[in-house]
């Protein structure tokens, strides 16, 4: 039984929620999103409250289904409400990035700089220098793009340089033993 698919998704003031078989779509004040739900899954809606229903409860495949779908929708509702930020943030000697028009610029150790254009949706902020904020209304596009920065240049775990995301905890190793200099 899943306890997240048992919770229902309450609906801010503002946000419309339409529900055509197993397509739902979400407006709100920053945009509209649509995604479809699992054909196992019930979606219904009841006086501003969406509930996910599960037709056989015992069944492990469907109690997975129903927590994905519960949490699918309201990733949509805080999407289309809220937004999704993910900040990443740039140590190294030279490493900086700059923004320009829609463009991502990151200079980050190698002959050439990096141009990257804001995909559809997602919008990039460099308030410093070694900051990145990556915003959007979907929280799966959000984090796949915040995912392709930080690849350009991952973190490496004996000086700590590279992208990483904020609050992230990056593994440090000792650097070779017995070499004196």
Sequence with gaps: MSRIGKKPVTLPAGVEVKVDGHLVTVKGPKGQLSDKISSLMDV?????????ENPKP????????HGLAR?????MVVGVTEGYTRKLTMSGVGYRAEKKGNVLILNLGYSHPI?????????????SQTEILVK?????????YAAIIRSKRGPEPYKGKGI????????RKEGKAGVKK
Aim: proline residues 6%.
């Design 71 to 75: 949490t699918l929708i309201h990733n």
């Design 164 to 171: 990483i995301y904020d609050g992230e905890k990056i593994r």
């Design 136 to 144: 959007g209304t979907n929280k799966a596009e959000v984090g796949n």
């Design 58 to 65: 015992e069944d492990r495949v469907y109690s997975a289904q």
């Design 115 to 127: 141009e990257m254009p804001d995909p559809e949706g997602i919008t990039t902020e460099v308030p």
């Design 44 to 52: 219904k809606m009841e006086n501003g409250v969406l509930t996910v």
